[in-house]
């Protein structure tokens, strides 16, 4: 889900002349993470007074960042007021310097702020390196209720708690076998240094709701990962739009990703580590998903092309990672003798369901690319159904304690007719949605 849908609006505030590279630097990774903003002076003549035109942007902001340094410009007081009387959360970054080199207006600004509300944030940087970073993470706490949420005071109407659901919810797929394997893959992968792609499978029916943990891993794993790994930099993660299955060849790949980054079309790997160079990632995980109806009984075939293709890709830069998550969806139980398992099927009475087929397809990969330094290729746990005591669990996560009702232990009980037995977790999911929607009903 884009940052626009998650009401993420941001309000940017500093003095134009101090910190104009620095306001660049954030105006273009906004602009990356297609997060809607405001930047005073690159708005342009629009017929409207600059007061005016501050004031209408202030006012339909979710977010406000101010950053200071020596001085306080001429609307700057009046915007981050103006924030704080429309409730809206304000973010303030100050440059570490002695107070005697502020002008005086901006040292009774900074006095003004001791104890005072929606100021979530309040962060001092000894130099910019870092500054854009730690926006742009503080941006992502606030978008999921971490810091400084502002709620809405009335009971939210269908499509807001709907909203609310949709948002917060995914936060139940941490689940543990394939966070501690993701994780202890990336880890190993950055404390080794490794400079080849990481290419990861993640099998489970269909009805596990794989784009569920991915989403889980973008808002929130893989920030962790790098963190403990001591890696600082963008994170971005791309869904592809065509399945690997309709591919005949690297070029198409290659020409999926680029024009993912909105690069030109016709690029050349290069183009992808420049571009990461550029906007100042350090992460950049492809997300394919694959359905067993799509391949014709065949997966080994768009799985070879995708590991080929990552095999030949040049080496990235120290601490960076690029590769890719292969959803292997299970859609049905068995599948159709149709291309290279004809043969196989034809002396064998017992026909393999499609999950058997994907594990197989998998060993062939791991096997064509066991050398670590030509291709990293691991398979994550499969995807099973969560039971009571996962959901438990979840339901006092930090994220899911701020934005939705309480869910008790019996309710939580009724939604598993046997309690060894797990649901699969689109059915779990819309039964939560159902409860939520109920209690706050």
Known sequence: MGYEKRNLRVFLSSSMIEFRQER???QRELYRLDIPYFIFEKEGASGKDPATRFREAVQGASVYVGIFGKVCGAYTREEFNLARDNQISCHLYVQDMPDEERNQELQDFLKS????????????????ENLVDQI????????DGLIGQVLPQQVPNESQLAQEINDHLPVLCDRDPQEIQFETQITAYFHQRSPRPLLLFLPG????????????????????????????GGKLIKPFLKSP???????????????????????????????????RTKALLLVVQILASECDGDPEKALR???????????????????MVVCLRDDQSVVEPQGMWQRWFSRNKTVPSSG?????????????????????????????????????????????????P????????????????????????DQLTQLIKKQAG
């Open 305 to 323: 092309l995708l590991a080929e293709y990552w095999a030949a890709f040049p080496d990235t830069p120290d601490n960076h990672l690029v590769g």
């Open 205 to 232: 029916s269909v009805d596990e709701a794989h784009g569920l943990y991915v989403k889980r891993v973008q808002l929130s794993s893989l920030d962790t990962w790098m963190t403990k790994a001591g890696i600082n």
């Open 24 to 26: 660049t630097a954030i």
């Open 356 to 404: 058997e087929i994907f594990d197989r397809a998998i060993q062939q990969i791991q096997t064509l690319y066991h050398d670590p330094k030509t291709l990293r290729v691991e398979r994550l746990p499969c995807l099973t159904s969560p039971k009571a005591a996962d959901v438990r669990r979840w339901v006092e996560h930090d994220l899911v304690r701020a934005k939705i």
């Open 113 to 128: 702020l001791r104890g005072v509300s929606n100021v979530p944030s309040l962060s001092f940087f000894p130099s910019t």
């Open 406 to 429: 309480f869910v008790s232990g019996k309710e939580i009980e009724a939604m598993f007719p046997d309690k060894n037995v797990g649901l699969p977790m689109e059915v779990l999911y």
């Open 136 to 143: 742009i993470k503080d941006l992502w706490k606030w978008s």
């Open 245 to 279: 299955c309709v591919m005949t060849s690297k070029d198409h790949i290659r020409n999926e990703i680029v024009g993912l980054l909105k690069e030109r079309n016709n690029g050349s790997d290069q183009v992808i580590l420049e571009h990461m160079k550029i906007q």
